[in-house]
């Protein structure tokens, strides 16, 4: 149990926090209350839904700030799933003389978004030909009132001069637009970080206000534009638009196929084999190692995942020898980039892909059904996996089950590298 659990867990005792909502449907706690177990920065960032403490999962619960210092806690529909990416991706390219804006220098969201303004991908996804930024950074929310959805029903909450931060916003002569970017690769998002910046900016300007979500990793820009129907209606967003864009790469299949003879099959590791299909998800996780070393509870915590997810994820890239686990001061389990990791991740774009295709073809049974792809141009079916799986030596597999469940990663993997060609 990680330390916002137990935190939050005291407080709900010490306050009878659920006695309250089962009688008035909320509770309101001030961050002088919560600072009596943690600091409240800490104990009220939940950005992603498996991001909240046991005692908020368990009950249904989520929070939302309406005052500088003040959370209202209750059973709101605070979040939105991600509608799956849309598969067409539309590839661009960085302006060669902007060097500083290679995919393996945009380490943060704010570089990620200037390389995207850059490159004319906002100037595309918005649909204005001229765009300045503007208005960025954290403010002040003023007041308003809204409706959000509850286990009880339609229920109203009340803004008075809550923080809220922009990360950044683009004015043409139809639209402002409001971003809010992330580096991690999510399932979900927290609406309030589209809601509140919406509702402060369309008091203030006379132009519609549109609300985007940028996501960046390796190299792929993932923008999702939302509209909210009713405006004063927290849970009234609807997905208008959404586009992938990918730095272009110039890798062919050609490249990969000539990789293959003189690429050595390497010993399985005494790892258990990847139950990670999404190698993007993999690197993503690399490309947040690289800044620091995190714990299993920092990563599951941080990033979006389950403590289950942070394991077959932080396996996947141990697997790969792309990850090493080791033990901080404190003897919690400690991961961090290896030094094969710490290499790949400082290559430039192309090379970083060309080698992260090449070790995971080291591997014999990611070889032999990638081989299988080349010879008939498609993917093989699973019990072909399955059975390339088992001549393999995989390490303690087993049942046919567990068999059946590791080929999707086989195929997720293969069609990974299938994605990052061009041509």
Request: proline content about 5%.
């Amino acid at each position: 149990m990680g330390l916002n659990d137990t935190a939050w867990g005291n407080l709900f005792e010490k306050y009878r926090i659920l006695d309250e909502i089962r009688q008035n449907g909320h509770f309101l706690i001030s961050a002088s209350q919560i600072k009596e177990f943690r600091e409240p920065r800490l104990m009220t960032k939940f950005d992603h839904k498996v991001n909240l403490p046991a005692v908020f999962s368990q009950n249904g619960l989520s929070i939302l700030p309406v005052t500088r210092g003040d959370y209202v806690i209750s059973s709101f529909s605070a979040y939105k799933e991600f509608d799956p990416p849309s598969g067409q991706v539309q590839r661009i390219s960085v302006p060669l003389s902007l060097q500083s804006l290679s995919p393996q220098f945009l380490v943060s969201e704010a570089i990620a978004l200037n390389c995207a303004y850059a490159c004319g991908i906002l100037h595309d996804f918005l649909e204005e030909a001229i765009i300045l930024p503007t208005v960025s950074g954290r403010m002040s929310s003023g007041q308003f009132g809204f409706f959000v959805d509850t286990a009880w029903g339609s229920r109203q909450v009340f803004v008075s001069n809550s923080q809220i931060e922009i990360d950044a916003a683009y004015e043409g002569n139809r639209f402002l637009s409001l971003f809010e970017a992330k580096r991690d690769l999510s399932e979900d998002f927290l609406i309030r970080q589209l809601y509140y910046p919406y509702r402060v900016w369309s008091s203030r300007v006379m132009k519609p206000v549109k609300t985007v979500f940028l996501i960046f990793s390796n190299g792929v820009f993932q923008l999702y534009q939302y509209q909210f129907d009713q405006p004063f209606n927290y849970n009234s967003l609807r997905l208008v638009k959404q586009k992938n864009y990918v730095i272009a790469a110039g890798i062919r299949l050609e490249d990969i196929a000539r990789l293959l003879p003189g690429l050595p099959l390497v010993p399985e590791p005494e790892i258990p084999f990847p139950q990670a299909d999404s190698m993007p998800r993999i690197i993503n996780l690399m490309e947040l190692l690289a800044e620091k070393p995190m714990t299993r509870q920092d990563i599951t915590s941080q990033y979006a995942f389950d403590q289950r997810q942070t394991n077959y994820y932080t396996d996947a890239g141990r697997y790969l020898g792309f990850i090493q686990k080791g033990q901080d001061e404190y003897r919690n389990i400690l991961f961090q980039l290896s030094s094969d990791g710490y290499c790949i991740m400082n290559l430039p774009y192309k090379e970083r892909l060309i080698q992260i295709a090449s070790r995971i073809l080291m591997h014999k049974a990611f070889r032999e059904v990638f081989t299988l792809y080349l010879n008939c141009r498609q993917m093989p079916d699973t019990p072909v996996i399955v059975d390339i799986m088992r001549q393999s030596g995989l390490y303690r597999m087993e049942s046919k089950s567990t068999f059946t469940r590791r080929a999707s990663t086989v195929k997720g993997w293969i069609n990974w590298i299938l994605g990052i060609l061009e041509g």
